[in-house]
């Protein structure tokens, strides 16, 4: 039986890299399916990853994390598809509109802080979030209750009895605990929603395993190091990308004194790719496991703990099952309110 993988923002960067990385240790023994908001672009990482790996098993399923319904069904596809779901990567993210704070950049450089700076871009990125047709914070919604809605709908294939299941989220060295806020999960009032979002990832993780492992299912997050991507290249809108390109000679220096700037998608999907590999029961639940580059281009997976308690995470899922079953009331009166206004057009 070939283990089934879903990479959620499967079509570029860390995703991308990651379904490669897979096929080129596994093309065979792989039931690849990527699950993308958008299908002209998962048609194209389909076909270079198939250029590479003409036997490979790769399917495409179309998926918006920040969107409810879309959710919803294509959990339903994937269980009419599959009989089972060995490793649900969860690794969609948004950042939009950042602002990036060049004063405090500046002061930082010539700071003690420079290198927690440069490894976790803290005090210098904000971003200005926006609500989704259902009602949600976008960040939140894309990055975070999306994916747990999903986790929820595929529980059934996720938990069967005799097997274990990995879920391994993409987080980052962003997530602050000071960024988040139980009485505000969906971070409506500040300014720092993407490291709320991924101090949320870490947390429910956590609870995750509080929950299931019982049940064969275990839940890791990592962290891919400050990589080059669409969504990094988003930070300074004035630059275009081959401005990017030529920083990276920068880049390769400062990497020499932190191992964080992983740079390209490929190193960035170490610690993905690493847990791919490893017995989930031997992962600890507490830790964040980091890609790492070093100096002379060496890759390589370390765990640090991760700064989160089991009362704050048990707090954030009763929240966010009382947030799922609201969302599903929501969801069925706008079904109702469809089918009565397609009735009277009728
Ligand atoms: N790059 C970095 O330095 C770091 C990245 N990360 C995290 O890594 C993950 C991957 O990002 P990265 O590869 O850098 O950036 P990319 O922008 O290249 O990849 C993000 C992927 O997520 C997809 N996506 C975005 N919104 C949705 C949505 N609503 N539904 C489905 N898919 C969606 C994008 O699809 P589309 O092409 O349609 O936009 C894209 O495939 C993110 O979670 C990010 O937060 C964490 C730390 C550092
Ligand atoms: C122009 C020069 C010389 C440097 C660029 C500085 C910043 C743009 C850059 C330094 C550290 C980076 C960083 C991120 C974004 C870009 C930086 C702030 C992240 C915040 C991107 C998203 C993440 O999730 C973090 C892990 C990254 C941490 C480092």
Redesign the pocket.
């Known amino acids: 039986m070939n283990k089934v993988v879903l990479v959620t923002g499967a079509n570029s960067g860390i995703g991308l890299a990651l379904c490669e990385r897979l096929l080129s240790q596994d093309t065979e023994g792989l039931q690849l399916c990527l699950a993308c908001r958008n299908m002209c672009r998962a048609q194209a990482a389909r076909s270079a990853l198939l250029t590479s790996h003409p036997t490979a098993q790769v399917a495409l399923l179309q998926l918006d994390t920040s969107s409810i319904s879309s959710v919803i069904s294509a959990a339903q596809e994937v269980k009419l598809r599959y009989n089972r779901l060995d490793y649900l990567y969860l690794n969609a993210g948004i950042?939009p509109n950042p602002k990036?704070d060049v004063q405090a950049?500046l002061k930082g450089i010539f700071s003690r802080n420079i290198i927690t700076?440069?490894?976790?871009?803290k005090g210098?990125?904000t971003q200005k979030d926006s609500v989704t047709s259902d009602d949600l914070q976008e960040i939140f919604a894309t990055n975070i209750f999306g994916h747990f809605l999903l986790i929820r709908e595929l529980e059934p294939i996720l938990c069967q009895a005799g097997k274990t299941s990995q879920l391994i989220w993409t987080s980052?060295?962003?997530a602050h605990r000071s960024a988040f806020n139980l009485e505000d999960i969906q971070h409506q009032r500040g300014t720092q929603p993407?490291s709320s979002s991924?101090y949320a990832s870490d947390l429910l993780s956590l609870a995750l395993n509080t929950h299931f492992n019982k049940q064969g299912l275990y839940s890791s997050v990592i962290?891919?190091?400050?990589v080059m991507t669409n969504?990094?290249h988003g930070?300074?809108p004035c630059f275009p990308a081959f401005l990017w390109t030529l920083?990276m000679p920068?880049?390769w220096l400062i990497r020499i004194f932190t191992n964080?700037f992983t740079l390209t998608p490929y190193n960035g999907a170490e610690a993905l790719f690493w847990l791919f590999k490893q017995k989930p029961q031997s992962l600890d639940p507490q830790a964040k496991y980091h890609s790492l580059t070093s100096g002379l281009g060496k890759n390589y997976t370390q765990p640090r703990k991760m700064d989160v308690d089991l009362e704050t995470s048990e707090a954030l899922y009763d929240k966010l099952l009382k947030l799922e079953s609201e969302v599903r009331k929501y969801l069925k009166e706008k079904q109702k309110s469809t089918r009565a206004s397609s009735h009277f057009r009728t």
Not at 117 to 121: Q, S, Y
Not at 223 to 226: D, V
């Open positions: 950042m990036f950049f700076m440069f490894a976790t871009g210098i990125l980052s060295s962003n993407y991924k962290c891919p190091g400050f969504l990094t930070i300074l920083l920068v880049f964080t």
